[in-house]
Structures are given as C-alpha cells and as structure tokens.
Nanobody, 133 residues
Framework: QVQLVESGGGSVQAGGSLRLSCAAS?????????????LGWFRQAPGKEREGVAA???????????YYAVSVAGRFTISQDSAKNTVYLQMNSLKPEDTAMYYC??????????????????WGQGTQVTVSS
C-alpha cells in the first residue's frame, strides 16, 4: 500500500524559505523509457483548483527530468533522496500567493502531463504553507 506523508509546512514572511518533505512508502519508481513514473507536488488555495507545482520523473519516454509550473520556476526546486525514499520541495523567495495546502502525489503521467492532477494516483494528506506580506 502506497503512503505519502508530507511535512515541513508552516508560516513565513514574504521573501522567506521553506522546505517540504514527502516520505514515500510502498511506492517504487518504474524505471522504464516507455512510461513516466513521477513524484510531484501540488497545491490548493481556498476556493481554487488544485494545481501542479513541480514533478520529478527519473525516467520515461522523454528521458526523465524535473518539471515546474511557470509561477514557481526559478524559486522552487524539487529533489529526492533515494536512500530515504523522500522527495523535497525547496521553496525560496516565497510570495503571499504561494499560500496554500501543499500535497505530495505519486503516479504515472502520460505524455507530458507531469503537472496534471488527474494523472496522479496516490496522494498525501497535505501540509499548510502560509506566506504573510
């Protein structure tokens, strides 16, 4: 059974940094050049749709890589510690509009749908990030 547990959320002032962690158990990357296997971060602000923030896909038809939403590119970095089966989201230069519940997800996105929520099967419970101005 796949379990994803997020941690590291909190409150920070604009311009500050946070690092989120996602401990994954029961999930194994499928190392294949024919299928994407990804761990991703999504967020949902009150009254808004859940949106993709970043994804890390070690392999797949495109050769694997990291993918970011335009709104966070250059500020956020997704990385992994394979030994700990943990994925991180380093968030720098935080803005009030980054305030949201952040979710870790695992799945097998098709094509280039790395940041599409419906492509992910497994979800964590979320961790709240609040950025004040």
């Amino acid at each position: 059974q796949v379990q994803l547990v997020e941690s590291g959320g909190g409150s920070v002032q604009a311009g500050g940094s946070l690092r989120l962690s996602c401990a994954a158990s029961g999930y194994t990357y499928s190392v294949s050049r024919y299928r994407n296997s990804c761990l991703g971060w999504f967020r949902q602000a009150p009254g808004k749709e859940r949106e993709g923030v970043a994804a890390l896909c070690p392999s797949g038809p495109s050769g694997g890589g990291t993918y970011y939403a335009v709104s966070v590119a250059g500020r956020f970095t997704i990385s992994q510690d394979s030994a700990k089966n943990t994925v991180y989201l380093q968030m720098n230069s935080l803005k009030p509009e980054d305030t949201a519940m952040y979710y870790c997800a695992a799945g097998y996105p098709t094509g280039d749908r790395f940041l599409v929520r419906y492509e992910y099967t497994y979800w964590g419970q979320g961790t709240q990030v609040t950025v004040s101005s």
